[in-house]
């Protein structure tokens, strides 16, 4: 596909389990971020890797959430130990290159139960 | 604090009608603003963007006004259409150089309804 895609579409979870969500990025584009989108809300920032320079982490909200990126395409968020304040839309975006028009995914909902 | 905020959080309008979407910026260093638009279910959909040494810059149907002196943004949609109606969100990027370089930060978007 031509977009950025992300999987699962929807994931429901008890809490406490950890929950995996992989975002795949437009062919070429450098740039990866990730946000986080609760119900009626903007978007809040939670972390964006540019090429092999270290990942910016600070809108990550708590230790529980990382995100690695393999290969400079592929990421995955990886949420541990979920809580119920977890539960929002989690949305990927990509761009060809750091601070250019980012393009977003379809997201991923995630609700813990 | 940094943030970018709405005035309107809803906007009705009649179809064929022109649109107004306003946004309200604190940071003087932004230099980069984006109109996102968002259908139910969907991420957020590029619309236009406008770079801080432009005042104005139109698409199709749509056109950004940048007013740095009152910090204050702009989305117009003329002829608006049903399939219109979503969320709107205008989002600022920190001018190159700044640690916050590439990180966008969203207001909380204004909900338009078209009528038929």
């Known amino acids: 596909g031509a977009g950025v895609s992300q999987s699962p579409s929807n994931k429901v979870t008890e809490k406490g389990k950890d929950v995996e969500l992989r975002c795949d990025p437009i062919?070429?584009?450098?740039?990866l971020y990730w946000y986080r989108q609760s119900l009626g809300q903007g978007l809040e920032f939670l972390i964006y890797?540019?090429?092999?320079?270290?990942?910016?982490k600070s809108g990550l909200p708590s230790d529980r959430f990382s995100a690695e990126r393999t290969g400079g395409s592929v990421s995955t968020l990886t949420i541990q130990r979920t809580q119920q304040e977890d539960s929002a839309v989690y949305l990927c975006a990509s761009t060809l290159a750091w601070g250019d028009t980012q393009y977003f995914g379809p997201g991923t909902r995630l609700t813990v139960l | 604090g940094e943030s970018v905020g709405l005035h309107l959080p809803t906007l009705s309008v009649q179809e064929g009608d022109n649109s107004i979407i306003n946004c309200a910026y604190s940071n003087s260093a932004s230099d980069y603003f984006i109109w996102y638009k968002q259908e139910s279910g969907k991420g957020p959909q590029f619309i236009i963007d406008i770079r801080s040494n432009m005042d104005k810059r139109q698409g199709q149907r749509v056109t950004v006004l940048l007013n740095k002196t009152v910090k204050h943004l702009s989305l117009q949609i003329a002829a608006t259409q049903p399939g219109d109606s979503a969320v709107y969100f205008c989002?600022?990027?920190?001018?190159?150089?700044?640690?916050?370089?590439?990180?966008?930060?969203f207001g909380q978007g204004t909900i338009l309804t078209v009528h038929p």
């Open positions: 062919s070429g584009h450098t740039a």
């Open positions: 989002a600022e990027n920190m001018g190159a150089g700044g640690t916050s370089y590439g990180k966008l930060t």
């Open positions: 890797f540019q090429g092999n320079s270290a990942p910016d």
